[in-house]
T-cell receptor, first 110, second 116 residues
Framework: QQPVQSPQAVILREGEDAVINCSSS?????VHWYRQKHGEAPVFLMI?????EQKGHEKISASFNEKKQQSSLYLTASQLSYSGTYFC???????????FGKGTRLHILP | DAGITQSPRHKVTETGTPVTLRCHQT?????MYWYRQDPGHGLRLIHY???????DKGEVSDGYSVSRSKTEDFLLTLESATSSQTSVYFC???????????????FGSGTRLTVV
């Protein structure tokens, strides 16, 4: 069950905020977030575990609502370096692998 | 210094030939994964390994086989390459969250495979 990400793509001006959503049809234990720049490998941003926690990483933070089986990634005061494709990956209790969404392309304009 | 390397980085091969991609890690992680990435599909799991000689299928395993004879090496073989297997292949390493891991997957730099 591949998680669904929304929006598929977003264009922002530098300094604006963005929210990327990830939802699953199955009960979740963990949600991962990654960023991939063109021609490069995905890079791990953060992992959220069951418990509804919110995490922060510089101006990038995320929340996890396991009851709704959803996670959201928040990018505040976006910078040019935030451009790329963002992937969420989800796993259930006891899963030893995660399934990735199709990604959200984020383009930041100066 | 990333602890995971893939080889080759680029390969062009002919339809029907066998191809083997190599993933090597120096982190001693138990879990290793092979994904393929295609436009519009994101990252799709091919096979993964949870220990030496312990492997399992992912969502797109047809036409692929894997082997892990040492902790540090995970090989992906395309038994008879087809044009539909033209893709970028990523290897990843990790430890699952229920063992106390708080970090995600570390990906290799990828192998761009073209089947002509």
């Amino acid at each position: 069950q591949q998680p669904v990400q929304s929006p598929q793509a977003v264009i922002l001006r530098e300094g604006e905020d963005a929210v990327i959503n990830c939802s699953s049809s199955k009960a979740l234990y963990s949600v991962h977030w990654y960023r991939q720049k063109h021609g490069e490998a995905p890079v791990f941003l953060m992992i959220l575990l069951k418990g509804g926690e919110q995490k922060g990483h510089e101006k990038i933070s995320a929340s996890f609502n396991e009851k709704k089986q959803q996670s959201s990634l928040y990018l505040t005061a976006s910078q040019l370096s935030y451009s790329g494709t963002y992937f969420c990956g989800t796993g259930g209790q006891g899963d030893d692998k995660i399934i990735f969404g199709k990604g959200t392309r984020l383009h930041i304009l100066p | 210094d990333a602890g995971i390397t893939q080889s080759p980085r680029h390969k062009v091969t002919e339809t029907g030939t066998p191809v083997t991609l190599r993933c090597h890690q120096t982190e001693n992680h138990r879990y290793m994964y092979w994904y393929r990435q295609d436009p519009g599909h994101g990252l799709r799991l091919i096979h993964y390994s949870y220990g030496v000689k312990d492997t399992d299928k992912g969502e797109v395993s047809d036409g692929y086989s894997v082997s892990r004879s040492k902790t540090e090496d995970f090989l992906l073989t395309l038994e008879s390459a087809t044009s539909s297997q033209t893709s970028v292949y990523f290897c990843a390493i990790s430890e699952p969250p229920w063992v106390g891991s708080n970090y995600g997957y570390t990906f290799g730099s990828g192998t761009r495979l073209t089947v002509v």
